[in-house]
């Protein structure tokens, strides 16, 4: 589900996403349960490691290229001057530009490593306070790569670049004698009066298999039981192999065959295939001496490594997660004690937002009226609603609110499109009107076709491009409904598409009364699902108000049931978290509180001679309106995400 913008090799993601690549290596790859033999979502939350290939600033000098020797004394080695080298001719070697560039600029280590996979670790989970927030809330909550954005196209660019790479390595060391000949290659030769190295080191010092060697051993020791360590061990010893690599007798066929029979003792079964694949593709490029199948066969093998690790970690998700929903509470409320007695995050602007929405949502008449939390609470929800509204920016969400940005985000583009929708449903009333049918209602099917053009998500002004097609929908329904051809006036559907671009402009005196329409019906769902389920365990909670999709209808996104649930979830959680961190310590009565009907405060319809008791109260619940409002939200929220997590 959402994800914080945080610099990590994996983001936790729901049911929705599918993974689009691993740094070339396989495409597709699914990681649910260690049992499944079907493809299926790899998991996306917000969190990750920023370990990108090739941005190790160690040094480019790895143990299997020292000079053993020389043809000059040792001094002189020694204070050998650092002039330029002399950059060979790729053509030389049997390499295009692309080739040697990446061989000279690519990353030491492979793109797959222990440390980025490290976030993957059980410790990591259990103390990644965000996904610990957003396992709450989604059924199908899982890990996969973070290849999104800009920084997902850089590490699928430096991942390329590592493998080609290593491509030319493999046809440099297997290809050109002449530049690593068999038996004794360590050598560099001195003119003694240029004092310039020969290219052959310079090359060499590119190596990259030795490190790989070792990324894989230590992958596998995280993937297997510490009694298979030493096998690991003698199995990929980096300096023997690499010995054997100088020398042109390792056994990369030998090797690629114990690794997958290592592999498929420990992977799950959907995982079998990869690994045979693997040893099939090195066989292939060894006995052809096709260095392009040998790297892709590399390839297979850190992308069957990564999707291990995912499997296992995903594996242990779900079997944690009734643990970990139900220590939600006592988990948040510790995590939050800590920042808030080390002064990392300040609850002035939250105090304030709750005080003026104390001072607007305080209601007259409502079964949580009662004194004590009961009254914080209805203040609480009643504000928590009203920011839903689209005169409500969500940068006026406190920071209190730091783990659900993005989820309020999403129920904000919700309540809009069910606003949008009952727009659409009035105007098709009205357009049945002027065609003379007076008993004429919306219906579903005219419901589900409006969806289907505007589509699920929540991009910008997708109701805004779609105002002819949804115009036309809503003719054709109504002729439909009238009984007449459905070959109608198109100067008719232009009178509706201005009817409909003028309602759905979010300003417009319609949507304001449409948008109070669906926080009245909205309400009653809401008030009885937080009655319900206050007392209950997260657990409990989490079953109740997150139906499986057996249980829940296919467009639970768009009913006001399922919306009204959703903002009943997040906010229960928020609530039971910050309850006695905050809002129950706050005095409701310490002024004069403006009474409103629920209702009215649902709608939006305030009293306008209500008198406000601070300036403050009218700011947080308008549009900001001068460009150093917008600044003091911007600069909050990029606080609230520099968070450590």
């Not at 109504?478 to 070959?487: C, H, I, L, N, P």
């Amino acid at each position: 589900m959402g994800s914080i913008d945080h610099p990590s090799r994996f983001n936790t993601v729901g049911e929705a996403d599918r993974v689009e690549g691993n740094g070339g290596a396989m495409e597709d790859r699914g990681c649910r349960s260690l049992e499944e033999v079907d493809d299926c979502p790899l998991l996306r939350h917000g969190i990750s490691l920023d370990t990108e290939p090739g941005s190790s600033d160690e040094e480019w000098q790895s143990d299997d290229c020292t000079a053993a020797s020389v043809a000059s004394p040792p001094s002189k080695l020694h204070n050998l001057p650092a002039a330029p080298i002399t950059i060979p001719n790729p053509s030389r070697y049997g390499l295009d530009t692309k080739l040697w560039d990446a061989y000279m600029t690519a990353g030491a280590i492979p793109p797959v490593t222990r440390d980025s996979l490290s976030e993957l670790d059980i410790v990591k989970i259990i103390n990644n306070t965000k996904l610990r927030h957003d396992i709450n809330f989604d059924r199908e909550l899982h890990f996969r790569p973070n290849l999104d954005g800009d920084k997902g196209r850089r590490k699928m660019q430096l991942a390329e670049l590592y493998w080609d790479a290593l491509l030319a390595e493999l046809i440099l060391r297997f290809k050109n004698d002449d530049v690593f000949p068999s038996g004794f290659i360590r050598r560099r030769i001195i003119e003694s009066e240029t004092n310039l190295r020969d290219e052959r080191t310079t090359i060499f010092q590119k190596s990259r298999l030795g490190k790989m060697f070792e990324s894989i051993g230590e992958i596998l020791k995280t993937l297997v039981p510490e009694r298979d360590h030493q096998m690991i061990d003698d199995m990929l010893d980096g300096k023997l192999l690499m010995q054997q690599v100088d020398n042109k007798v390792c056994d990369f066929i030998t090797l690629s065959q114990r690794l997958s029979r290592l592999l498929k003792m420990h992977c799950a079964p959907m995982r079998d295939e990869w690994a045979d694949h693997m040893a099939k593709q090195i066989e292939h490029g060894v006995r052809d001496l096709d260095m392009n199948t040998l790297v892709e066969g590399l390839k297979t093998l850190f992308g069957t490594l990564e999707a291990m690790k995912l499997d296992v970690a995903n594996h242990q998700i779900r079997s944690l997660r009734p643990l970990l929903i139900n220590d939600t509470i006592n988990f948040e409320q510790k995590y939050f004690s800590h920042k808030i007695a080390n002064a990392r995050i300040d609850l002035a602007y939250s105090e304030l937002w709750f005080m003026s929405a104390r001072n607007l949502f305080l209601p007259e008449r409502s079964k949580w009226r009662s004194n004590g939390k009961r009254q914080h609470l209805s203040v609480f929800f009643s504000a928590l609603v009203r920011m839903l509204y689209a005169s409500s920016p969500l940068a006026n969400f406190p920071q209190t609110f730091i783990f659900d940005y993005d989820r309020l985000r999403h129920l904000r583009g919700n309540f809009h499109d069910a606003v949008c929708l009952e727009i659409c449903h009035n105007i098709f009333t009205r357009v049945c009107h002027l065609l003379g049918n007076l008993e004429c209602r919306s219906s579903k099917d005219l419901r589900d076709s409006i969806v289907s053009i505007v589509g699920h998500g929540n991009e910008d002004q997708k109701w805004e491009r779609n105002i002819p097609n949804v115009a036309a929908e809503i003719v054709r329904h109504a002729y439909r409904v009238f009984g007449e051809d459905t070959s109608f006036n198109s100067d008719f559907i232009v009178q509706v598409e201005g009817l409909l671009a003028e309602s759905l402009d979010s300003r417009s005196g319609f949507y304001t009364l449409m948008e109070a329409e669906v926080g009245r019906t909205l309400w009653p769902i809401l008030e009885i699902a937080v009655e319900s389920n206050l007392n209950l365990s997260p657990l409990d909670v989490f079953d109740t108000l997150n139906p499986s999709k057996e249980v829940g209808s296919a467009d639970d996104e768009h009913s006001r049931e399922g919306l009204g649930r959703r903002v009943a979830h997040a906010g229960l959680l928020h609530w039971r978290v910050w309850a006695d961190l905050l809002y129950s310590r706050l005095d409701l009565k310490s002024a004069d509180a403006v009474v409103i009907n629920p209702t009215d405060v649902m709608g939006g319809i305030i009293n306008r001679d209500a008198r406000f008791n601070s300036f403050e109260a009218q700011q947080l619940f308008t549009p900001p309106s001068s460009p150093s409002h917008v600044q003091e939200e911007l600069s909050l929220c990029e606080d609230d995400e520099s968070m450590e997590l």
